[in-house]
Structure formats: structure tokens, C-alpha cells
């Protein structure tokens, strides 16, 4: 069955930098558009970047454009967030989610906490 | 960039029907997508290319769309259904997801 799995969230320090990764399991990971959506506490849901399947084309969210990359390692299955210069409107759950086509994001990982505080 | 309205909050009785709308510029020529959220957990999608239903969603679950609104309906609802839910549509103009800002059900 599908897995997505969320690691490297944490308690960083504003300016500082973190990577996200999403290990990916019970799909081809190379054959599906990759996305990162955020949730802040309390409020709704934030999409910010999207990597398509052949790794050329790359969307973002103007909120993180030039502060956050995404990125694949399709040998690993592993979806990337790095996220430079964080501030503390970054403190979020951050999800990957898999895209099923037309923007349809059919399997969600669990989420991975965030939290940017000195 | 396009934007997705939806109602902060619905109320409905078990066993009646609840209706979540979704509001955008000329939504109907678009592609909607619904995800429900329950309190600590990551959404699940629910309604996918405007009314049809992932394997394992209950057929109560349906979506319309057209004009200026997209609806996710609620037949029967359980007390179960309780969860935030959300709208969402690939803007093509930006190459932007965009959700709504979702709607709290609460079953009375």
C-alpha cells in the first residue's frame, strides 16, 4: 500500500535552515508529481511547492519562493523540503502528498511539526 | 491569484444532509477537489475531480460543480463525519494548488 513518510521536523531557531525529507513506499515514487503542504496551528491548509515526476518542472507557493527548494531523489523514493531563512510564521505540520493527476493529491504522509523559535 | 471561499462552519443533525460550499470565479470550469480532516490526523481526500469518490469512501459522499460553486454533500451523516473539510483546485493560470479555507462540520 501507498506510505508517505515525513522526517526531520524540529525546534529550529528563526534564520536558521532545515531539510525535510518524505520516504515514499508501494508506488514507482518516478512516476507521480510530488507535493509539500503546510498547516499552521489552528488555521487551514497551506500548499507550497510542487516537483512533477520528470523533475523539470517546479512550482512554488510566493510565501516560500527563493526561501525553500524541493526536491527528488527518485533512487531513494525521497521527496525534499530545504528551508532556508525560517521565520516564525513557518511553525507548521508540514505533509507530502502524492499527486494522482489534475491536481488530485490522493495519499497524504503524517505529517512532520516544525516549529521556528529562538 | 484564485481563491477558494468556503463557509467557517456547518451544523446538521445525524441522519440529515450536509452541504459544504465552495466558492470561486467561474469554479465550474475547473477541477474541485474535496479532503477531509479529523482533529490530529492529515487529510484524506474524499472527492476527487469534482464528484467522483477514492476507493473505500462511503457513497454518501458526493460533489456537484458549476457556475460560481462547487458542493460537497453529506447524505446521512454520522457522527463520525465530524472533521474540517476542504476545497482545492489546480490553478492553471499560476500552476498553483489553492485550497479553500475550509469548513468545521459539527453533527449536533
Known amino acids: 500500500q501507498v506510505q508517505l513518510v515525513e522526517s526531520g521536523g524540529g525546534v529550529v531557531q528563526p534564520g536558521r535552515s532545515l531539510r525535510l525529507a518524505c520516504a515514499a513506499s508501494?508506488?514507482?515514487?518516478?512516476?507521480?508529481?510530488m507535493h509539500w503542504v503546510r498547516q499552521a496551528p489552528g488555521k487551514g491548509l497551506e500548499w507550497l511547492a510542487v516537483?512533477?515526476?520528470?523533475?523539470?518542472?517546479?512550482f512554488y507557493a510566493d510565501s516560500v519562493k527563493g526561501r525553500f527548494t524541493i526536491s527528488r531523489d527518485n533512487s531513494k523514493n525521497t521527496l525534499y523540503l530545504q528551508m532556508n531563512s525560517l521565520r516564525a510564521e513557518d511553525t507548521a505540520v508540514y505533509y507530502c502528498?502524492?499527486?494522482?493527476?489534475?491536481?488530485?493529491?490522493?495519499?497524504w504522509g503524517q505529517g512532520t511539526l516544525v516549529t521556528v523559535s529562538s | 491569484s484564485y481563491v477558494l471561499t468556503q463557509p467557517p462552519s456547518v451544523s446538521v443533525a445525524p441522519g440529515q444532509t450536509a452541504r459544504i460550499a465552495c466558492g470561486g470565479n467561474?469554479?465550474?470550469?475547473?477541477?474541485v477537489h474535496w479532503y477531509q480532516q479529523k482533529p490530529g490526523q492529515a487529510p484524506v481526500l474524499v472527492v476527487y475531480?469534482?464528484?467522483d469518490r477514492p476507493s473505500g469512501i462511503p457513497e454518501r459522499f458526493s460533489g456537484s460543480n458549476s457556475g460560481n460553486t462547487a458542493t460537497l454533500t453529506i447524505s446521512r451523516v454520522e457522527a463520525g463525519d465530524e472533521a474540517d473539510f476542504y476545497c482545492q483546485v489546480w490553478d492553471s493560470s499560476t500552476d498553483h494548488q489553492v485550497f479553500g479555507g475550509g469548513t468545521k462540520l459539527t453533527v449536533l
Open positions: 475531480d469534482d464528484s
Open positions: 502528498a502524492r499527486e494522482y493527476g489534475s491536481g488530485t493529491l490522493d495519499y
Open positions: 516537483l512533477w515526476s520528470e523533475g523539470s518542472n517546479i
Open positions: 467561474n469554479i465550474g470550469s475547473k477541477t
Open positions: 508501494g508506488f514507482t515514487f518516478s512516476d507521480n508529481g
